[in-house]
């Protein structure tokens, strides 16, 4: 009975593995292989599958390489820029030259590598979600990564995808929406990395719709987190938002990527998938999480009164909503529109209800003739129009204006230094050459008249050195009359005969003052200069 049990617990095991979890050990073309519409390549940890994808709720038949999980219907991925294969004739392989062809009944081949040199390759779906095509060795083994699906985005970011540049490769990786919830074709939406603000961005028709916020980061003591965070995605965790976010700018690349914070043991929690929604929403497709909801609505958004039309994707006219409430005015119409998100456009508000154009994926066709009724439409500021060429945020060409301007700075700063040493010493050398001139006075001068404050004239006479030795006797104490207040006072007599007083006197800041106070009672001054000391004569009245 036991046994019994056994088998049949071992055989619905068995039913449950095979059917709920299908795993294939193909996750490889090789040179010869070929796949069909009824035939995958799964990544060796069954999480992802690649084929001919065909996208949920789509009217009829067509359908894209892709990749998406294994047990749902859930892309990632879906090779850029190939026409829709409408029947079941759509063939990967690998053929004998090395070449990896896509080919259909209903379009011409299309190569997705050739090798130059016809060196054996092989295609897999790796455990990342990745197909790489790889050029084989020798020996049998991978070598080298020759392409690889990471490097040409959709709408699907998974873990270790990258959106920026490469420098070196000229590589752009960003997100574009598709058109509409099951239409793969280009929608109008990107989402972007931004090296120089170091946020992500999403563009609507080129213009910014939503930026994350600065990358910082975020410690939390309780989880034991320490990753990045940005300011408008919510704050990581273990669960929904288990998101460790990574920047890498190193010269030859800059980019963003995200990975998980932890592994669980449990392998479809692992699973994580950011997708660019066609109405410019960034959604978790498995965690079911959502990541940025942006805002449809800035300051910097009028509504213009245009002549024109608002168009569908394939260029036909769109089809408008009417609300018949009679009593609505102009601004009511405005107002409701400015509150609808979907809402582009409207007319009316004149007693006939108003009119809306809705729907994200519309674009306004302008009649310049002015033959076309008008409507109010939805814009941007002219001047904001402008700066959204590239990026309305400060980037590097703001940085630049900074370095600029600190260069510049720094630059004056030091000729202003320059100057200030220069002027210094030309301002010694005079006051050298002064001092020279005066210790080789013969004899003394003639007067020099010196204004004062009061705009009096003072005549002084210069007297050299030698003679004030002479007329004191080397200021020998002996013919010392006296100290004052700024040194002692010597008698003398010139060699004229004449009888003088010399004070020896360490320069005050007054000295002037008192040179001329002394001048102003007409005495004769005699000025020499030695080792920082002047003695003035205070000459016998006249």
């Known amino acids: 009975m036991e046994k019994a049990i056994i088998l049949t617990i071992s055989f619905f095991l068995l039913i449950i593995y095979c059917f709920g979890f299908p795993i294939s050990s193909v996750d490889t073309l090789k040179p010869g292989d070929s796949l069909d519409s009824s035939s995958f390549l799964v990544s060796a940890n069954n999480v992802f599958t690649l084929g001919f994808y065909k996208p949920m709720n789509f009217i009829n038949n067509d359908s894209y390489l892709g990749i998406w999980y294994t047990n749902s219907t859930l892309h990632v991925w879906l090779l850029r820029g190939m026409k829709p294969i409408t029947d079941d004739s759509g063939i990967l392989s690998i053929n004998s030259a090395g070449k990896l062809i896509l080919t259909s009944n209903i379009s011409d081949p299309i190569e997705l590598y050739a090798s130059g040199n016809g060196a054996n390759i092989t295609a897999t779906l790796l455990n990342s979600g990745n197909f790489v095509v790889r050029e084989m060795n020798i020996n049998g083994s991978p070598g080298r990564i020759l392409l690889e699906s990471f490097d040409y985005p959709t709408d699907t970011l998974l873990p270790g995808m990258k959106l920026g540049v490469n420098h070196s490769s000229g590589t752009d990786w960003h997100l574009t929406s598709w058109f509409g919830e099951d239409n793969p074709s280009s929608g109008a939406f990107t989402l972007e990395w931004d090296p120089g603000t170091r946020m992500l961005i999403v563009r609507r028709r080129g213009l910014i719709y939503w930026t994350s916020g600065n990358l910082k980061d975020y410690t939390n003591q309780s989880l034991r987190l320490n990753v990045k965070e940005f300011e408008n995605i919510p704050k990581p965790d273990f669960e929904d938002f288990n998101y460790n976010f990574t920047n890498v700018s190193n010269g030859v690349e800059d980019y963003f990527s995200y990975s998980l914070i932890k592994d669980p043991t449990f392998v479809w929690e692992t699973i994580s998938g950011w997708q660019l929604k066609y109405n410019g929403d960034i959604f978790d497709i498995f965690h079911g999480a959502m990541i940025a909801e942006p805002s449809c609505r800035n300051h910097n958004e009028i509504f213009v009164l245009k002549s024109g039309h608002f168009a569908n994707g394939n260029g036909k006219e769109a089809v408008a909503d009417f609300d018949d409430n009679y009593s609505l005015t102009e601004s009511d119409c405005r107002e409701k529109c400015w509150h609808d998100c979907e809402c582009l456009g409207f007319e009316g508000g004149d007693g006939y209800g108003c009119t809306y154009w ?145 004070k020896d006197l360490i320069l005050p800041p007054q000295v002037i003052d008192w040179l001329l106070f002394i001048a102003s009672l007409k005495y004769k001054l005699v000025l020499n200069n030695q080792s920082l000391k002047f003695h003035k004569l205070l000459a016998t009245s006249q």
């Not at 030309?426 to 005066?438: A, D, N, S, V």
């Not at 007329?471 to 005969?497: C, D, H, I, Q, R």
């Open 358 to 502: 809705k729907g994200k994926i519309l674009t306004f066709v302008q009649s310049y003739n002015g033959s076309e009724p008008k409507q109010f439409v939805l814009v941007l500021e002219a001047s904001t129009e402008k700066s959204s060429n590239k990026t309305e945020l400060p980037t590097k060409r703001w940085k630049s204006w900074k370095i600029i301007t600190l260069v510049i700075s720094v630059v004056a700063l030091l000729l202003g230094c320059v100057w200030f040493i220069i002027r210094k010493i030309e301002q010694g050398k005079r006051k050298k050459e002064e001092l020279r001139e005066l210790m080789t006075l013969d004899e003394y001068t003639e007067t020099h008249a010196i204004e004062s404050n009061r705009g009096q004239g003072y005549h002084l006479r210069l007297f050299m050195y030698s003679s004030i030795l002479g007329a004191t006797g080397n200021f020998s104490s002996t013919n010392k009359l006296g100290e004052g207040g700024f040194g002692p006072v010597y008698k003398g007599k010139t060699v004229e005969g004449q009888e003088i007083a010399v």
